[in-house]
């Protein structure tokens, strides 16, 4: 069973930066989409960045811009370089592992970004 690790998170001032780490434990598909979630109490989780195992890369508009969604290969590690960061960027933010076939939906366990204004 892949488990996610994420880390990175914490708090930060408006304006400033922080990069978010997620490691799988245990071997993945080649063929995988990769991606990073957040949610605020009260909401449903969102999509925030995805990136495919062929290397195509989906923002939400919310963070075009500001956010880069990177993956490397050799250290297995995903990455979301979050800049310029705003107060409406607080939230937990999960890393996601899809499978399509055979089908694998993998959750971290939430790394929270706090952004004050």
């Known amino acids: 069973q892949v488990q996610l690790v994420e880390s990175g998170g914490g708090l930060v001032q408006a304006g400033g930066s922080l990069r978010l780490s997620c490691a799988p434990s245990?071997?993945?598909?080649?063929?995988?989409?990769m991606g990073w979630f957040r949610q605020t109490p009260g909401q449903q989780r969102t999509l925030v960045a995805t990136?495919?195992?062929?290397?195509?890369?989906y923002y939400a508009d919310s963070v075009k811009g500001r956010f880069t969604i990177s993956k490397d290969d050799a250290k297995n590690t995903l990455y979301l370089q979050m800049n310029s960061l705003k107060p409406e960027d607080t939230a937990v933010y999960y890393c996601?592992?899809?499978?399509?076939?055979?089908?694998?939906?993998?959750w971290g366990q939430g790394t929270l970004v706090t952004v004050s204004s």
């Open positions: 990136i495919t195992s062929g290397g195509t890369i």
């Open positions: 996601n592992l899809h499978v399509d076939y055979p089908y694998v939906e993998v």
């Open positions: 245990g071997s993945i598909f080649e063929i995988n989409t």
